[in-house]
């Protein structure tokens, strides 16, 4: 075997892993969902989850990257005991890499989109009706949408083909940093809108009626905790290899366990303070707080519109969110270029043009499904890039993580183990896992059980709430 690349800092590691988790969900959705289940009584509940169920699976895979040095192409191959079959597993997790980008390209090309009108003016206006068909003539137009498409796609493999040191570590790292500047920049601005009070008290109040109960009074406890569980599950991107290939880049000098912890941290902070920013906005504009791309690419728009600065402001907020989905474009496909020099020993710039013509190509569904396949359905989902959405996040990322799960924690005769991944994990200076008895059956029966729920109710969700 060739000698592997390896990144150059710890920083480096830890800001690849975050910006890979790191996504738009953050933005868009995780603040939208903690005020409407009782703020910081929610946010309490997701952080146990996070620590419960998402710490032990990222640990799971770094601890596989790092003891193979491989990405998923050949890691279970090169763990797996004589005569198993794990390593088929990596057809499925390489699949959800590509499923996630065929949709992700085309959202994380909105947002470069909305950066440059933003730069430009042409979005920072108050008149609702006109943002919304702004938003409207980008999503009827296969042309602009290919286009921005193709840009992000190509910073992506662009950054990826100068190299891991180079490029995929030393980008990420000024994005992030830039991601963490304007995040706080903005935080500190929306602080001092009149009315941003009212959005803090929304926001971090902890109200467990609101928690237990809906606004008309009906019970709604499980549905809040399946909403906390969800979110502390999909926002680590956990199962796909995500974070294993980062940890087939790094060096033994510190435990995976306080590393997955840094790591989750991060993502928790930026995600709690897109919520700092986004409540004290919209109530300071006496605006209704929706989610999704309604809440960042016409909603918000408008309130920049009607701020002193709004225009630099509602720039600064695009670069953010530039940043938060380029870092996960990245991250994803670090893996995707990774998979094809472990598995066919091609050279990095091989890898990354084969593959830049394959998502290029595979997202285009996507595009003409915003617009001339709008018609196309599936069932119940209702459009191309839901159903690339419903594949990899309700499929494939629980599925995947129960692939970890089992592959560290069952027998040694018929899987990696769990001796051999707590000597692992455990290896270097910081936080052990804890390896007692109940914690192996903890994480051997109790979390896969909870995965595969998770897994049922995407379907009861999807296919029987009507």
Not at 256 to 277: C, S
């Amino acid at each position: 075997m060739d000698k592997r690349e390896t990144l150059a800092s710890r920083i480096g590691f830890l800001f690849l892993s975050a910006g890979c988790a790191i996504g738009l969900g953050n933005v868009w959705r995780f603040p939208y969902i903690t005020g409407k289940y009782g703020g910081a009584a929610f946010v309490l509940l997701y952080i146990v989850f996070l620590l419960l169920f998402g710490l032990p699976v990222m640990v799971m895979e770094f601890s596989v990257g790092r003891a193979s040095k491989r990405s998923i192409g050949t890691a279970f191959n090169y763990l797996e005991p004589q005569g198993t079959k794990w390593h088929l597993v990596k057809y499925f997790q390489i699949a959800g890499n590509y499923l996630i980008m065929m949709f992700y390209t085309t959202v994380s090309g909105w947002m470069l989109y909305y950066f440059y009108s933003s730069f430009t003016g042409k979005i920072i206006i108050s008149d609702t009706v006109q943002v919304q068909n702004y938003f409207t003539s980008l999503l009827s137009s296969p042309t602009e949408l290919v286009f921005w498409m193709v840009v992000a796609t190509s910073i992506g493999f662009g950054i990826c083909a100068l190299g891991l040191q180079n490029g995929v570590e030393k980008i990420t790292k000024i994005m992030m940093s830039g991601l963490l500047v304007i995040m706080v920049v903005l935080a500190v601005y929306v602080a001092f809108l009149k009315g941003a009070g009212d959005g803090y008290k929304f926001y971090l109040k902890p109200d467990f009626k609101a928690f237990a109960y809906d606004a008309d009074g009906n019970p709604r406890l499980w549905e809040a905790i399946y909403a906390a569980m969800g979110q502390a599950f999909f926002t680590l991107s956990i199962g796909m290899g995500g974070m294993e290939i980062f940890g087939s880049y790094i060096d033994k000098k510190y435990s995976l366990t306080g590393e997955a912890i840094r790591v989750i941290a991060l993502d928790t902070i930026v995600a709690i303070t897109a919520g700092l920013i986004i409540f004290p906005a919209c109530y300071s504009s006496g605006v209704n707080v929706g989610s999704g791309a309604g809440l960042v690419l016409i909603t918000l728009p408008t309130i920049f519109a009607s701020m002193p600065l709004g225009r630099i402001i509602g720039t600064c907020f695009f670069l953010f969110m530039s940043f938060a989905s380029l870092t996960t474009v990245i991250g994803v496909f670090e893996n995707i270029v990774a998979f094809r020099i472990d598995i066919n020993g091609w050279s990095r710039k091989k890898s990354v043009l084969v593959n830049y013509i394959l998502i290029v190509l595979l997202s285009l569904p996507c595009v003409f499904g915003m617009n001339i396949w709008s018609g196309v359905h599936f069932g119940p989902i209702a459009s191309i890039d839901a159903f690339e959405d419903f594949l990899v996040s309700n499929n494939i990322l629980p599925l995947g993580s129960m692939v970890f799960l089992f592959f560290s924690t069952w027998n040694e005769k018929h899987a990696w183990g769990w001796n051999n991944f707590i000597k692992e994990a455990d290896t270097g200076d910081g936080i052990k896992f804890p390896s007692k008895k109940w914690v192996h059956f903890y994480v051997k029966y109790i979390i896969p059980l909870v995965f595969f729920i998770i897994f049922i109710m995407g379907y009861v969700d999807i296919f029987f709430k009507r």
